[in-house]
Structure formats: C-alpha cells, structure tokens
C-alpha cells in the first residue's frame, strides 16, 4: 500500500512481539494503513516484548509530550556469566562461580535493595547511546574500545518473583525505573557487586508512563486497525495526566485556526483541549521553567473518554 495521508490520527498501544525492532512494528503499522506519519515513544530493544505507543498521523507530535518518564519490567538475570552485550545475544567474555548466598531469597532480596535509589550507570556497550555522532552500537560491531560515559538513573522499586536453576542460577525480577535506565546494565551491575558475573536473559516491559500492558494490543490484533481505529485508540488526555477544557461550539472553529481560547492564559499546569471527545489542542507548560508550547490538531485526535472530561470553569 502507498503511504500518504489516512486521515487518522491516534495513539495505540502495541504489544511488541519478541525478534522485531521498534522501528519494524512501525513499519508495519505503516504498510498496514497507508500511512507515512507513524511513530513510537520509547525504543524496546529486539530481544525484549512488551509495551510500545505509537503514534498515527497527526498524533505523532504528541509524543514527545507524554508522560513516559517511569518504566516497569519484568527480568530474568541468569548468573555465572557476563556477555559482550550483557544479554543472552552477546558472546561469553567472563565466567566465575557463583555464591551461595545468591540462590537464597534473603540474600537476593538483600542484593536487589542495594540497588535502589538515585545513582549511577554505565550504559551497555551495544546501546543507541551516541558517541562522536555515532551510535555505540555501530561501534561495538566494529571492535571498538568504548569508555561510555554514566549517566544518572533512578531505581524506584524492585521484586524478587523467583529463584531457579535452569541449570545456571536465574533471578525473575521486577523493576521500576526511570526513564534512560538500562535493565542489561543493571543485571551486569548486580552480578559484579556480588562478586560474579551475570547478563539478562529475557526483558518484557510492563508499564511506560501511565500505559499498562493491559491496554496493548497484539500486532495480529490491530490487523484490523483502520476500522476499529476508534475502539482502539488511548485516551490522550489521560496518558498526557493533564488538566482538562472542553471546548464550546463557537470556540473550535477559533482553535482550529490556531487561536486558544483567553482561560488558557490564566492555566499554570498543561491543558488539553477538547470538543466531542477528540483532542484538538495541547498546551504544554513546562514545570521547571514555566515556558509554554502549543501543538494544535485541526482535525482532532481520537481516543478522549467521556468519563475523563472536566470542565475548567
């Protein structure tokens, strides 16, 4: 099908399958509705599932907007090992045995809670991190000697699901984490504080932001995406955790010409405007420094609830 313009526009949750890149569920998406303007929020490495938002059409302006600053996942951490990449794709480059401590809840939960809090981390050799222009990843392939810079991080929760052997000792942990954090890290981290080795062996994303997992949608499932575009479409308003204007029928004609209506100058918290549940304006005010910005969508974004509507009198 030729891309162009489908006259849709709205964000929806993917549940990215294992073996594909961010890049190619968004390539599909296009394919599958003829549409050049498509988008996601938050790269998922190829290796791991889970939640990925993307964008159609107009509503790709959105995404630099949302609220996606805290990430949930579910992790496997196999010990005994350290890998190029520090996960199962990489080859082994160190090896150690592993303690005894490790295989016991007490002693795992110990370790997982060292780990929470602000610091910093030292991103994966192969990562989109960039360096003198490039990604680091390029580099790496190329045999590289890579000294990347850390890069401040916040772990706010973690939880020891299950201890296995499978035969090497394998942690199932959960993670809360802020945004820029990564779990190969971590898992590399945690193996040498222990005084061992250890990589990721799997990773699905849980959460991004205010998204759920819940609210994903398989890639088999949006088969049908032009026509249920409006049953799958997520509420913008809620993902973007904004205040609320629902727009009188003389004032949209006015937004839609790139005009706000005057309430909006007396607003300190970001606004989301809205007329018979689309989204047609989206004042963005800066909570550091108070500067504003406005994106406008003349044809409206799909997805506004009903039940997610108060007016600001």
Not at 100 to 106: D, K, M, S, T
Not at 232 to 252: C, G, K
């Amino acid at each position: 099908m030729k891309r162009g313009s489908s006259g849709l526009s709205f964000l929806v949750g993917v549940d990215k399958p294992l073996g594909l890149s961010s890049h190619a569920v968004v390539d599909k998406i296009r394919n599958l509705l003829g549409e050049k303007r498509v988008g996601h929020g938050g790269t998922l490495d190829p290796l791991a599932s889970g939640v990925l938002l993307i964008g159609v059409g107009p509503a790709t302006r959105l995404l630099n907007y949302l609220t996606l600053d805290t990430k949930a996942y579910r992790a496997q951490i196999e010990f005994g090992s350290q890998t190029s990449t520090d996960d199962i794709e990489g080859e082994v480059i160190a090896s150690s045995e592993v303690p005894q401590e490790l295989f016991e809840p007490q002693g795992a939960e110990a370790l997982l809670s060292s780990f929470l809090g602000k610091q910093s981390q030292v991103p994966p050799n192969f990562s989109a991190v960039h360096v003198d222009g490039k990604r680091a990843y390029d580099l790496a392939r190329k045999g590289s000697e890579l000294n990347l810079q850390a890069r401040a991080i916040e772990v706010y929760r973690t939880e020891l699901l299950e201890i296995t052997r499978r035969p090497q000792l394998v942690w199932d942990v959960y993670f809360s984490v802020s945004k820029g954090s990564y779990i190969r890290s971590l898992a590399r981290d945690i193996g040498l504080k222990a005084h061992t080795q250890a990589h990721l062996k799997s990773l699905r994303r849980l959460k991004s932001g205010l998204l759920d997992i819940a609210e994903c949608n398989s890639l088999d499932e949006l088969s049908d995406l032009t026509e249920s575009s409006a049953r799958r479409a997520l509420d913008p308003v809620t993902l973007l955790n904004s205040e609320i204007y629902l727009l009188e029928d003389e004032e949209l004609s006015k937004v839609q010409n790139g005009l706000l209506p005057s309430v909006s100058k007396s607003l300190k918290r970001s606004c989301s405007f809205v007329y018979a549940s689309k989204l047609y304006a989206y004042l963005h005010i800066d909570k550091q420094t108070n500067n504003r910005e406005t994106v406008f969508f003349p044809e409206g974004i799909e997805g506004v609830q009903e039940c997610t509507i108060k007016k600001i009198s």
